[in-house]
């Protein structure tokens, strides 16, 4: 299927009332979590889902998908789909979300139009609209906003081309309904796209990515007019292509995130480098250990919140009834079934729901925990052999003892987590060529050895 840059190129009640009160300067500071907002991508169109996700996360890093993973909100109008989904708090304390009017993977279609929703706290979604934002033959692509105080208004920022290269247009509103004209925000002189506006001390730093070198760039101005940004950083990239990058200050310090997402050599992978100086020229890469995004998301917008508001999400929406197992020493590969094989595969996979676990009560000791998939329900990870296989549960005293396993601090670190085979105490699961088994493993085991049987209990 061509690439989005080959198409590109060639087309051209009262507690939960006070959680979310209108937030003051002071409670500005503190935020201690972060909601995201994004639409699913997967390697073979499983589990696409052109709407809106929502995810909480408490240190920015390891994500929580709310209602299941799946849509909190979809389009009724124009494509009936979405993409990009930028989140916005606004002066007053409510959420605007703002999309990209798109279902699919086609990018060769002209749209002048962008989905909008109000939101008073992220626990509803009303008001939904489509607005145009321009009369021009282009698209209207990864619209985000932040408020200009200039001009006491939203400027709302967007990839078109506008007839002789890709910039980014910019919409003044107010009110997310009446958006202005359209006028040139950002043209370096070479085809951009997918820009984010993070505003530090007064400053404006906007990330894009530059579809010459394909790799993403951080600019600054001092004033966030149009056409007074430049270009601070080297070129970024991480994968083989990766877009869509995300700006995000931390709520613990002196901390910022720049997100992207890959789509090479394979889709919906998030990647991230973090800096002290966010108008500096220096961004190293984020572990993959650190972080772990939504299953299947892409093209997210990131906002602070506060703990009580990521409480009251996780509430209203309901945190995942499944989680996922992350290896320690191969962080990009998760635990899944394959031909009721256990063995840990690069992320993505299909189909998704392979790497989708319930940690049950241990079939053998309800102080342990036993690994039953989502998918094949009754199904369960066993040892046969010392070899894990995904098997029905017979019922048996044996079957249960094999299901069954410890929870203990990681052996390769105290805050990850390894398992403990319940009949066989003195070995533990762990990969071995990507494959699963139980070997016996102490704490002069080789390094290597108590990496692989280290695991993040994720979603």
Partial sequence: MPSRRTLLTTAMASAVTAAFAVPTAAQAQSYAAYAMVY????????????????????????WTPLNQNQPVATPTEGMLGLRDPFLLRKQDGAFTVLA????GRVFNLNNQYIHVWDSPDLRSFTGYRRVKLHDMATHSWAPTAFWDPSRSAY???YSANNGTRDV??????????????????????FNVLDGDVLIHNGAFYLAYKNLGDNNLYV????????????????????????????LVKSNAGNMFWLWGDSFSPANAVFYAWQSTD??????????????????????????????AERAALVTRWGAPQWNRLKSYNYPDRYVRHADNIGRIDPFPMEPPADQQWRLRAGLADTAGVSFESVNYPGRFLRHSGYAIRLDANDNTAQFAADATFTRTAGLADAAWTSFRSYNFPDRYLRHAGYVLRIDPLTSASPLTDRQDAT???TF
Avoid: C
């Fill in 39 to 62: 639409f699913k991508e997967s390697p073979n169109s499983t589990d696409d889902s052109y709407a809106l996700h929502l995810a909480v996360s408490s240190d920015g890093l390891d």
């Fill in 100 to 103: 990209t009017d798109l279902k």
């Fill in 155 to 157: 400027a709302v920022v």
């Fill in 168 to 189: 980014f247009m910019v919409n003044y509103t107010t009110d997310f309904v009446n958006m202005g004209a359209a006028q040139v925000f950002f043209d370096p002189g």
């Fill in 219 to 246: 600019a600054r101005s001092a004033t966030g007019q149009p056409n007074t940004f430049t270009t601070l950083t080297s070129g970024l990239r991480q994968g083989d292509a990766i877009e869509a990058p995300i």
């Fill in 278 to 307: 966010v108008g500096g020229n220096s961004w190293a890469t984020v572990d993959q250990r650190t972080f772990t995004a939504p299953m299947s998301s892409k093209h997210a917008g990131i906002v602070p919140i506060t703990e």
């Fill in 455 to 457: 695991f993040r209990v």
